[in-house]
Each structure stands twice: as structure tokens, then as C-alpha cells.
Nanobody
Framework: QVQLVESGGGLVQAGGSLRLSCAAS????????MGWYRQAPGKQRELVAA???????NYADSVKGRFTISRDNAKNTVYLQMNSLKPEDTAVYYC??????????????WGQGTQVTVSS
């Protein structure tokens, strides 16, 4: 019904930058909150940043001042600009969307994940 496709992960040196993108497609009536989560090996998945349809944002304390989440509602796309990356940012990053599917209801969707690796 709704597909989330992420792009932009990769390998970067500490202090570098990456920009993640996540495009939603399918039978979308509307999308409420969108966000990015990450999961490092041996750790639980955690919220990195989230943004509402109105543009209100929320960040994990560990990324405040370094990461910026934004979205293009017309394109059903959310972005995560990651600056001053640290080795501890290494994880698989997942896109999440709270979407209303036409004629069905509101559901939570996840992307397939994109690997971000920060070398020291």
C-alpha cells in the first residue's frame, strides 16, 4: 500500500556529512509524522529525528545541533542532513512514516534501511 525508499547512506570519515532521503509512494491520502530511526549492532532501534506535517521537529539529544530533518510534503519525502558525523553514529538508518491510506486507515510504515558507517 505504501512504500518507503531510502537513499544516501554510505561510508564517511568522522567530521564528514551525509544526506539521507526517503520517498514515500503508493495509495497515500496523507502523511502525518515522518522520522528517522537507527539501529546499531547489539542495540535497540532508537529515534533520531521526527517531523510533523506542519514542520515541528524532535531530535535525539545525541544528534541535536548536528542533524537536521526536513520534508517536502508535495513529494512525500523526508530528508536527514547529518553533519559532524561521529563513529558512534554508525548504524542502519530507517525511515518511518505515519500514513493515511486512501479508503483504509492510518498505518505505520518502515523503509528497508540504509547503512551509515563513520570511520575514525
Amino acid at each position: 500500500q505504501v512504500q518507503l525508499v531510502e537513499s544516501g547512506g554510505g561510508l564517511v570519515q568522522a567530521g564528514g556529512s551525509l544526506r539521507l532521503s526517503c520517498a514515500a509512494s503508493g495509495s497515500i491520502f496523507s502523511i502525518n509524522a515522518m522520522g528517522w530511526y537507527r539501529q546499531a549492532p547489539g542495540k535497540q532501534r532508537e529515534l533520531v529525528a521526527a517531523i510533523t506535517s506542519g514542520g515541528s521537529t524532535n531530535y535525539a539529544d545525541s544528534v541535536k545541533g548536528r542533524f537536521t530533518i526536513s520534508r517536502d510534503n508535495a513529494k512525500n519525502t523526508v530528508y536527514l542532513q547529518m553533519n559532524s558525523l561521529k563513529p558512534e553514529d554508525t548504524a542502519v538508518y530507517y525511515c518511518n512514516a505515519d500514513a493515511v491510506v486512501a479508503g483504509t486507515g492510518e498505518y505505520d510504515y518502515w523503509g528497508q534501511g540504509t547503512q551509515v558507517t563513520v570511520s575514525s
